[in-house]
T-cell receptor, first 113, second 112 residues
Framework: NAGVTQTPKFRILKIGQSMTLQCTQD?????MYWYRQDPGMGLKLIYY???????DKGEVPNGYNVSRSTTEDFPLRLELAAPSQTSVYFC????????????FGPGTRLTVT | EDQVTQSPEALRLQEGESSSLNCSYT??????LFWYRQDPGKGPEFLFT???AGEEKEKERLKATLTKKESFLHITAPKPEDSATYLC?????????????FGGGTRLMVKP
């Protein structure tokens, strides 16, 4: 099992550009999450999904969009990138009944200049 | 509002020097407390779940304990490979009940 994979590992965006962060898991987990991590601030939940076709906002959803068309994939879309979106983004997944035992991907380091 | 605070922010230990990390929380109706380890440049890795005051969990040199207001992660005779950031989290109030509120983490550095 590869677990949770994320692409790209690094990306530099100019203000106003858009991009999609990819996330795939091969553990057949229903639940998937997107977090951002800023230095010393812990992890903040952006969006989550409890299954294909179902998504919901987390704590900091503004400026982001998600979709979940399959169990495996949960892409995160950034529209009109802003410097405040400079962060490290982590995707995670978990199984029903063990929602808080989350498996994380390696992260995408995004810089917006 | 649920809050999770970890202390200290950073901790330097010599190899073999035991210590404890603190995670204090203010939530109503605790539904579990979770510890994660995060190595530099990697995603967090799940360590422990604690559900009730008095509960303890152990893994190698780590032992996690829980009281009604805080949790401790005790590290006994640490080795350099224990160096990492340790995060604690509690379930957040929110739709679906799948959200975690994370603390800011404690960065542990163990020197040989």
């Amino acid at each position: 099992n590869a677990g949770v994979t994320q692409t790209p590992k690094f990306r530099i965006l100019k203000i106003g550009q858009s991009m999609t962060l990819q996330c795939t898991q091969d553990m057949n987990h229903n639940y998937m999450y997107w977090y951002r991590q800023d230095p010393g601030m812990g992890l903040k939940l952006i969006y989550y999904s409890v299954g294909a076709g179902i998504t919901d906002k987390g704590e900091v959803p503004n400026g982001y969009n998600v979709s979940r068309s399959t169990t495996e994939d949960f892409p995160l879309r950034l529209e009109l990138a802003a410097p405040s979106q400079t962060s490290v983004y982590f995707c995670a997944s978990s199984a029903p009944g063990q929602a808080y035992e989350q498996y994380f991907g390696p992260g995408t380091r995004l810089t917006v200049t | 509002e649920d809050q999770v605070t970890q202390s200290p922010e950073a901790l330097r230990l010599q190899e073999g020097e035991s210590s404890s990390l603190n995670c204090s929380y203010t939530v109503s109706g605790l539904r579990g407390l979770f510890w994660y380890r995060q190595d530099p440049g990697k995603g967090p890795e799940f360590l422990f779940t604690l559900y009730s005051a008095g509960e303890e969990k152990e893994k190698e040199r780590l032992k996690a304990t829980l009281t009604k207001k805080e949790s401790f992660l005790h590290i006994t005779a640490p080795k350099p490979e224990d160096s990492a950031t340790y995060l604690c989290a509690v379930p957040a109030r929110g739709a679906g009940g799948n959200m975690l509120t994370f603390g800011g983490g404690t960065r542990l550095m163990v020197k040989p």
